[in-house]
C-alpha cells in the first residue's frame, strides 16, 4: 500500500506474567498486551493482579512502551459484575488500550473506562470493512482482524475504513483450526472452555478412524507412521514478508504467546525488532528480506512447523505431526558482568568447554565458550548440574544482565 506517511508498524509483545513483561521491554517491544486474573483470553499463565498491574503500567511507561489489556472472554451473565470494578481500575491507570471481543462488554468499556482506547479483539471476527468501520464508528480506535484473512482482504479493508482505525493482525505464534479462535473442542472433550482462556488443545491430539461396528480397530487416517494430527496447525512465522504486511496496511505486528516463556519472549521479540528496524533502514523496500540470523533465531524457541496461515490465500495451516521442535535450550543467564568477570545463573546443565549462543538485546546472537568456569568459592567446574547455582568465567566482551546463553540439543 502506499503509504502518504511511512510509519514502521509497532511491535507488539505478550507478557504472561512480570518475568515475561521484563523480556518484553528489553528485547525491544513497542507494546505489550497482558491480562488480569480475569477477563482475559488465557488463564494458564499468572497473568497480573491489581498490584502487579500497576507495576506493569509503571515499567511500561518508563520505557515508553504501551500497555494494552485483554478483556477479551465472552462472559456469562455472572461475570459481568465484576467487570465494571475492573475496568474503572484500568480507567484510573490509564492503560493505553483495552481490547474487547463481546459486544456488551464493549459498552461497558466506553462506560466504566472512557479515558482508554478501545481495542476489538480478534474473536469479535472482523473480517470485512463494513464491520470494522462500524466499530470505529462505536467507539474502536483499532480492530484486531481475524487470522482467517488474506494481505489482499486486509488490502480492502484498509483502503475502505478511516484512516484513523488502526489495523492490527498475528505475525508470529501458534494458531487455532477454527472461525477465530473461537473452538468448542475443548468443552466437548474436556468441559473445559476455550473461549475463557481454559483450552486444553484438543486440536494438537493425535486422532483416528473409528467404524460404528468396529469400535475397537481403529484406523489411521494419515500417511505419518505416528498417527494424524488432523486438527494440528503450524505456527505462524511471518519475519520474512514484513514488506508485504506493511503494503497491506497492517500498523501492529502481533506475537502470539503469553502462555509461553520468557525465553520466547525475548527470541520473538528481538529477532522481529531487528528485522522491523531494518525495513526502516531500507527506507522501506517492498523488496526487503530480514538477514539470516533473523529468521533462523526463530528456529531456536520450542515451536511446530511455520507456515503464513491465511495471508496469501490458500491456508497453509494443517501439519501431520505432533508435539513441537525443540532443538535449544537455555542453560544460563546472565547476573552481571564487572572486571572481564562473567557472573551467571544457571538454567540447564552444562558443562565446561560447550559453547554457547548469547542472546543479548540489539545485536546479532554470538558465540561464547563456556571455559574455564568456578563456582562462588572460587573452585574450577567441569559440569554445572544445580538449577540457579551461581558461577562465574572470566569473560572479555561485557554483556548486560539478562542476556541469555543458549545450547543446541540435538
Not at 522501506?284 to 533473523?294: E, K, T, V
Request: net charge negative; hydrophobic share 40%; glycine share 8%.
Amino acid at each position: 500500500m502506499s503509504q502518504n506517511i511511512k510509519k514502521l508498524p509497532e511491535l507488539l509483545a505478550p507478557a504472561g506474567d512480570r518475568e515475561r513483561l521484563l523480556a518484553a521491554l528489553q528485547y525491544g517491544a513497542d507494546a505489550v498486551y497482558l491480562a488480569g486474573q480475569q477477563f482475559g483470553m488465557r488463564s494458564a499463565p499468572d497473568n497480573f493482579d491489581a498490584d502487579g498491574l500497576r507495576e506493569a503500567v509503571d515499567l511500561c511507561r518508563a520505557q515508553g512502551v504501551k500497555l494494552y489489556v485483554t478483556c477479551n472472554i465472552l462472559p456469562r451473565n455472572d461475570e459481568l459484575t465484576a467487570l465494571p470494578a475492573w475496568l474503572e481500575l484500568l480507567d484510573e491507570l490509564r492503560v493505553d488500550g483495552i481490547i474487547a471481543a463481546d459486544l456488551g462488554v464493549i459498552e461497558m468499556t466506553k462506560r466504566h473506562a472512557p479515558h482508554c482506547a478501545l481495542h476489538i479483539s480478534t474473536q469479535f471476527g472482523v473480517v470485512n470493512y463494513a464491520t470494522a468501520t462500524a466499530l470505529y464508528d462505536m467507539g474502536a480506535s483499532r480492530v484486531v482482524l481475524a487470522r482467517e484473512l488474506s494481505l489482499e482482504d486486509i488490502h480492502t479493508i484498509r483502503d475502505k475504513t478511516p484512516a484513523a482505525l488502526e489495523l492490527e493482525c498475528f505475525v508470529h505464534g501458534a494458531m487455532c483450526v477454527s472461525v477465530s479462535g473461537r473452538c468448542l473442542l475443548s468443552n466437548y472433550f474436556t468441559t473445559r472452555d476455550a473461549n475463557h482462556g481454559d483450552c486444553t488443545q484438543p486440536c494438537r491430539w493425535k486422532y483416528g478412524l473409528v467404524e460404528q461396528s468396529r469400535p475397537d480397530r481403529v484406523l489411521e487416517i494419515g500417511e505419518n507412521e505416528s498417527g494424524s494430527y488432523i486438527l494440528n496447525a503450524n505456527d505462524m512465522c511471518m519475519i520474512e514478508h514484513i514488506a508485504a504486511l506493511y503494503e497491506a496496511g497492517v500498523g501492529s505486528f502481533k506475537i502470539e504467546g503469553r502462555a509461553k516463556a520468557a525465553y520466547y519472549t525475548a527470541v520473538t521479540v528481538n529477532a522481529y525488532r531487528a528485522a522491523l528496524d531494518g525495513f526502516a533502514a531500507s527506507d522501506f523496500s517492498p523488496s526487503y528480506r530480514p538477514a539470516a540470523w533473523m529468521v533462523e533465531e526463530l528456529h531456536r524457541v520450542s515451536h511446530r512447523p511455520y507456515g503464513t496461515g491465511f495471508y496469501f490465500g490458500t491456508p497453509a495451516q494443517e501439519v501431520n505431526v505432533g508435539g513441537y521442535v525443540r532443538d535449544w535450550e537455555v542453560v544460563a543467564a546472565v547476573e552481571d558482568w564487572q572486571d572481564g568477570k562473567l557472573y551467571l545463573s544457571q538454567r540447564n546443565r552444562f558443562f565446561s568447554g560447550e559453547t554457547a549462543s548469547v542472546l543479548m538485546s540489539g545485536c546479532e546472537p554470538f558465540d561464547l565458550k563456556l571455559a574455564p568456569l568456578y563456582d562462588e568459592e572460587g573452585q574450577e567446574l567441569s559440569v554445572c548440574p544445580h538449577p540457579t547455582m551461581r558461577l562465574w568465567m572470566p569473560c572479555d566482551r561485557p554483556l548486560v544482565k539478562g542476556a541469555l546463553l543458549r545450547c543446541k540439543r540435538t
